[in-house]
């Protein structure tokens, strides 16, 4: 009670914020206005991080990789209509790739709904394709619960985003707090383990296996596995394969990593485990000429609807793969097995990485001007520290990049993922930058780019400069999507008509100084055209902890032929 006898009141937008703390949620990104502005003050307010973007979208792809870098979900905040709207590529994305988020949406005044108000939309219906939960509290009191609901269902099974809808006359509107009962914090997910004989008849089909596999998932990243998948490794002497973000779950520089005979590996292993990793266009649907036709797959997995897709497995392991993976071990510990080193098996892929990493040194090697994919990688690769996030997007930048560029730790490389989305670079990158300040000060962001990709999010480079994030982007440039022309060709071409006639669509502008976007922001810029020049600029961008920075390397714009001549690191064959 207040000393004045009226009530104490407390505001729509307070009562989310508190809900949004009492869940444990940690940061928010969004694009403020009418009607949410207040809810980010409020959240602000109670030590909730607020990180304003530039585009909703980017802001959606910042605040998933929050639940994916730290198991609890970030926030997305947007406005009504359109803001929710570009929202959705975030959601759809957090979603195919199973990371928690909670997009809060304002939305207009419920008074006003059907009668043509500002920025109306259906928006719980528009979500609901996207998400696992999608739902408007049906009063301020209510607010809480459904915050509960959101937070856990985006985190308990198979995670994934959850959609809050807050219409604008709920913001500012004041109740009384007595009136407000807040929703403890929902537990942690309950943690699931695989049926027992299930669990032994993995052990045992592992055991008899000639050419055995291991494929390490982002499953395994998420759900903290790496102790106990490491030990399976080093114990058992198992090869691995890890998926584009399940590297660094064991370090890619690990004896048994067969990254680099990646092909070779799936088409002839007899039996697979996988850990968290879906059998979907990444993995070649599991079937031939990709794999062997009678090749049997030990599936783990938290999502019963998963086990089976596209393939039916030798056995299924439902449940948490830390868990399961210890189920496996305690196994393993009971009667001890080691897959033989000088197996025929090993031999195979040995040779194959062997002669796959002489090619692209051989590449990298390669002392023409403009530089070509693997000399920038390998300069790349040189410089960065092991503890690094990296971020990646483009298409030959990222699949070619993943080739070289190595991670030494889980859940620290953020890229297009299982839906190819391009645009997430810098969202990912501003995530994972404002996560490592908060708990790994020093530790840095790598955002290595395609030009096209860059393209999609590039103001977020003024979100970079203004939380001062000392993000390192390498814009690596070829005048173009998958490949563009050198400047003479682009004049010459012109002469031959309009660019929207004769230009062909791949192609951008080249020569593109990106590194002034940078530098219009007070971050710093480089644009290289050299090796010599890229060992600098990097070398100085990673000494200064203090500042962004954008090196733009300039390469061949053909560059992709080169490399398709191999056909093993063609996009196709990834
Ligand atoms: P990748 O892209 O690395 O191949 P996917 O995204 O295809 O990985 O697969 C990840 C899988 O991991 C999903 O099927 C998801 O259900 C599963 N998963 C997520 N978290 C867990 C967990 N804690 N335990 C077991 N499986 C999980
Ligand atoms: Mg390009």
């Known amino acids: 009670e207040r000393s004045d006898g009226g009530e104490e009141k407390v505001s729509g937008a307070e009562v989310i914020a508190q809900a ?15 009607p949410v502005t207040e809810i980010a003050v409020a ?48 959601m759809a994305n957090a979603n195919v790739n199973c990371w928690p988020l909670i997009v809060i949406g304002g939305s207009s005044e419920r008074r006003q709904e059907t009668m043509g108000a500002f920025q109306e939309f259906p928006q719980v219906e528009a979500c609901r394709l996207y998400c696992k939960f999608s739902a408007r509290p049906s009063s301020i009191e209510t607010i809480p619960s459904i915050i509960e609901k959101a937070v856990r269902s985006s985190i308990y099974g198979r ?29 942690p997910p309950p943690v699931s383990m695989a049926e027992t004989s299930a669990v032994y008849m993995a052990a045992s089909v592992l055991r008899n296996a000639k050419r055995p596999l291991l494929i390490i998932g982002k499953g395994a990243a998420y759900s903290r596995a790496e102790e106990a998948i490491r030990k399976l490794v080093g ?20 004896p048994n990593c067969v990254s680099a005979a990646r092909s070779r590996a799936l088409q002839f292993a007899d039996v697979i485990v996988l850990f968290g990793a879906r059998l979907n ?18 599936q783990i997995d938290i999502c019963a609807e998963e086990l089976g897709n596209n393939v039916k497995p030798a056995v299924s392991l439902l449940g948490d793969i830390n868990a399961v993976t210890k189920q496996l071990l305690e196994q393993f510990d009971k009667t001890p097995w ?25 590449l990298a090697s390669q002392k023409s001007l403009p530089m070509n994919y693997y000399t920038v990688f390998y300069q790349v690769q040189e410089q960065l520290p092991r503890d690094c996030f990296v971020v990646s997007e483009g298409a030959n930048t990222m699949d070619i990049g993943r080739t070289v560029i190595q991670n030494y730790l889980p859940r620290h490389r953020l890229d297009a993922g299982t839906f190819g989305t391009m645009g997430v670079g810098l969202g990912f990158a501003i995530a994972a930058a404002i996560v490592a300040r908060d708990r790994n000060p020093g530790k840095r962001v790598i955002c290595v780019e395609g030009d096209s990709a860059f393209g ?18 390498l814009v690596v440039n070829n005048n173009g999507i998958y490949q563009g022309f050198d400047a003479d060709s682009w004049k010459e071409m012109l002469k031959f008509g309009d660019a929207t006639e004769v230009a062909p669509p791949v192609c951008l502008l080249p020569n593109s100084h990106y590194e002034q976007v940078m530098t219009a922001f007070g971050g710093k810029g480089y644009f290289v055209q050299t090796p010599e020049e890229l060992q600098k600029s990097l070398r100085e961008s990673l000494a200064d902890t203090t500042k962004p920075s954008l090196i733009n390397i ?16 063609t996009r196709s064959n990834m």
């Open 20 to 34: 949004l703390k009492t869940q444990d949620v940690e940061y928010v990104f969004g694009i403020v206005g009418i």
């Open 43 to 90: 959240a602000q307010k109670l030590g909730i991080r607020y990180v304003g973007m530039r585009n909703e979208q980017a802001a959606c792809y910042a605040a998933s990789a929050v639940g994916y870098l730290t198991g609890r979900p970030g926030v997305c905040l947007v406005v009504s209509g359109p803001g929710l709207i570009h929202a959705l590529g975030g």
């Open 159 to 187: 995670p994934g985003p959850c959609y809050v809808d807050i219409p604008a006359d709920f913001v500012n509107f004041q109740v009384n707090v007595n009136s407000i009962k807040y929703v403890e914090c929902c537990l």
């Open 235 to 254: 114990q058992c002497k198992l090869p691995f394969l890890p998926t584009p973000m399940g590297k660094g779950v064991v370090p890619d520089n690990h």
């Open 281 to 298: 266009w990444i993995l070649h649907f599991g079937l031939p000429p990709r794999y062997q036709p009678d090749v049997k797959f030990i």
């Open 338 to 362: 080691q897959y033989p080193p000088e197996s025929s098996w090993w031999q195979t892929l040995r040779e194959k990485m062997e002669s796959n990493e002489a090619a692209s040194k051989e």
């Open 456 to 473: 999609f999010s590039g103001m977020e480079v003024e979100t970079i400069c203004r939380y001062n994030l000392p993000i390192v982007l």
């Open 554 to 569: 300039m390469i061949e714009p053909q560059a992709t032929r080169k490399a398709q001549d191999f056909h093993w690191l």
